[in-house]
């Protein structure tokens, strides 16, 4: 099973705001699912599905999100919780 960064979730959910909700699965698959379409391109359905504008739309700039130990532990927690390894 591959490790996921933390980062680079961050980044992703910061490059999704206003486009969609950020799902991954356990095979390291990171994508932006947009408003009304399918997550389930994949075999099964993503275990784990961020909000985007809920996680990082208070942060005024990318680096004070990267930089809060609060937001990592949470979706380090999510990511655990479904059993997915994190760098």
């Keep these: 099973m591959p490790m996921l960064s933390?980062?680079?979730?961050i980044r992703k959910l910061?490059?999704?705001?206003?486009y969609g909700n950020v799902a991954v699965w356990?095979?390291?698959?990171?994508?932006?699912?947009a408003p009304g379409t399918e997550a389930n391109e994949?075999?099964?359905?993503?275990p784990v599905?961020?909000?985007?504008?809920a996680l990082v739309?208070?942060?005024?700039?990318?680096d004070h999100a990267l930089g809060d130990t609060a937001l990592r532990q949470r979706i380090?927690?999510?990511?655990?919780?479904?059993?997915m390894e994190t760098e």
Excluded at 6 to 9: A, G, N, Q, V
Excluded at 14 to 18: N, V
Excluded at 26 to 33: E, F, Q
Excluded at 42 to 46: D, G, K, R, V, Y
């Design 42 to 46: 994949a075999a099964e359905n993503p």
């Design 26 to 33: 356990g095979d390291g698959t990171i994508k932006v699912i």
């Design 6 to 9: 933390i980062d680079e979730i």
């Design 57 to 62: 739309g208070k942060y005024p700039m990318l």
């Design 76 to 83: 380090g927690d999510a990511l655990h919780d479904a059993g």
């Design 14 to 18: 910061w490059d999704a705001q206003g």
């Design 49 to 53: 599905v961020f909000k985007p504008l």
